[in-house]
């Protein structure tokens, strides 16, 4: 139990580094006057990450009472743009 606790508090650590990457990234877009093509699907992007990480941290707060479901579905990879 002790090794999913780990497991836990470093993913959660990760999710809130790239939430703070993703905040730095849409300050830098909102402080530009122009977007581009690029500037705009790279937002439509760090916007469905930001949603995924919502959806994950639900699913964490609704985990099953069997914790190796829920490991084994944390441990899938999430595509990322």
Do not use: L, V
């Given at each position: 139990?002790?090794?999913?606790?780990?497991?836990?508090a470093e993913h959660l650590s990760n999710l809130r580094?790239?939430?703070t990457d993703l905040r730095n990234m849409n300050a830098r877009y909102s402080a530009k006057s122009e977007h581009g093509p690029l500037d705009q699907s790279a937002l439509e992007t760090r916007t469905n990450r930001l949603l995924q990480i919502k959806q994950e941290l639900s699913d964490m707060r609704d985990r099953?009472?069997?914790p190796k479901v829920w490991w084994e579905k944390l441990?899938?990879?999430i595509p990322v743009a």
């Open positions: 139990m002790i090794k999913e606790m780990t497991y836990i580094q790239e939430i099953p009472t069997d441990r899938k990879p």
